[in-house]
């Protein structure tokens, strides 16, 4: 049984480690025009605004990824080139269409498909870790500026002794709206459109916001960004916003 019981937790740490791994291979580099990072877990008001610190998020870049199938997102087979599928996500003569062909320019290793996939996984790790107070994990997949929002509002809720329950069901569609070429920096905005439960409790239990019971639908857009000049392949959180 003991022989039995190593061959398996061989077999789930290589199967952390290979997910750690494709995770880093699509996120990256600050861009410098990062701006403070959006918290999935406050209320919205009308105007855009978050309960914890009124201040508007709409000035954000931001998109996100869905699972959809190669029919329904019109993003590459594997016998197209970048180009062919940059026409299929983006019509030709389009803001988008143009600015992820000057990605790809510069970086032909870039392919939206992948990239779509990367952002939604880091999408559920990073709404997950920040529900968890995961430190270690929102530090690999943020940039600084985003990172020191995250924790400086994980910090305040611990200070109330809260804690979330959270679960998270799945993300419905995922899809890039935005995308720039900055000085060599690449910055790619996802539209993610996911579905959640989430609760936070006091510390004597009760429910302070959210409902744990209902499942909640929540659009983010979410911007990453990578020096194209670097080595390093990894792409990073660099903007958040949530959507109307």
Request: net charge negative; aromatic share 8%.
């Amino acid at each position: 049984m003991n022989e039995i019981f190593d061959v398996y937790n061989i077999i789930f740490l290589g199967l952390a480690v290979f997910i750690l791994f494709r995770l880093k291979s699509v996120l990256g580099k600050r861009t410098g025009n990062e701006r403070p990072p959006f918290d999935p877990y406050s209320k919205q008001d009308d105007a855009g605004q978050s309960s914890q610190g009124g201040k508007s998020q709409s000035d954000n870049v931001i998109p996100m990824p869905g699972q959809k199938s190669y029919q329904e997102t019109g993003i590459r087979e594997p016998e197209e080139n970048g180009e062919v599928v940059i026409d299929k996500l983006a019509p030709q003569g389009t803001a988008l269409n143009e600015a992820l062909k000057q990605i790809l320019s510069v970086d032909r290793t870039f392919e939206p498909r992948e990239f779509i996939e990367g952002a939604s996984a880091a999408y559920e790790m990073i709404v997950t870790a920040f529900a968890e107070g995961d430190r270690k994990t929102l530090k690999q997949l943020l940039s600084k500026d985003v990172f020191d929002g995250f924790i400086m509002a994980i910090d305040e809720r611990e200070k109330r002794d809260e804690v979330i329950e959270s679960t998270f069901v799945g993300i419905d569609k995922a899809e890039i709206v935005e995308a720039a070429l900055k000085d060599g920096t690449a910055q790619v905005t996802v539209k993610v459109q996911s579905q959640l439960i989430s609760a936070t409790r006091d510390k004597d239990g009760e429910v302070v916001d959210g409902d744990p019971n209902k499942v909640s639908e929540v659009i983010d857009i979410w911007t990453f960004a990578r020096d194209t000049g670097s080595r390093d392949p990894n792409w990073k959180l660099v903007a958040t916003e949530s959507a109307e």
